[in-house]
């Protein structure tokens, strides 16, 4: 069965960090890209950030791009996903998916066949 268990997430203020992680089971995690999504009340999910399954590749929304570094550790089946310099539209429920596929334009939501639980991450102003 597989299992993606997201955590970290909380009530941060603006200008803050939070740093998610995501333990993964139930499949062979280094031989797939994982990604991030998010989706706040109103809007659709969205991919935040994808990476690779070994070989360094990312892939970044423009909205993040220079706060939020996406990382894994495939000798703990665990990716992460540290965000700075929070604002208040990052405010959503984050969401870790598998597996992804991703290039330059975006993170491709009709590839992932798992989600995660979710975590909410909440922003003030």
């Known amino acids: 069965e597989v299992q993606l268990v997201e955590s970290g997430g909380g009530l941060v203020q603006a200008g803050g960090s939070l740093r998610l992680s995501c333990a993964a089971s139930?499949?062979?995690?280094?031989?797939?890209?994982v990604g991030w999504y998010r989706q706040a009340p109103g809007k659709e999910r969205e991919g935040v950030s994808c990476?690779?399954?070994?070989?360094?590749?990312?892939y970044y929304a423009d909205s993040v791009k220079g706060r939020f570094t996406i990382s894994r550790d495939n000798t703990k089946n665990t990716v992460y996903l540290q965000m700075n310099s929070l604002k208040p539209e990052d405010e959503a429920v984050y969401y870790c998916?598998?597996?992804?596929?991703?290039?330059?334009?975006?993170?491709?939501?009709?590839?992932?066949?798992?989600w995660g639980q979710g975590t909410q991450v909440t922003v003030s102003s």
């Open positions: 998916a598998a597996p992804v596929g991703f290039s330059e334009n975006g993170c491709y939501r009709s590839e992932v066949d798992y």
């Open positions: 139930g499949f062979t995690f280094d031989e797939h890209a």
């Open positions: 990476i690779g399954s070994s070989d360094g590749s990312t």
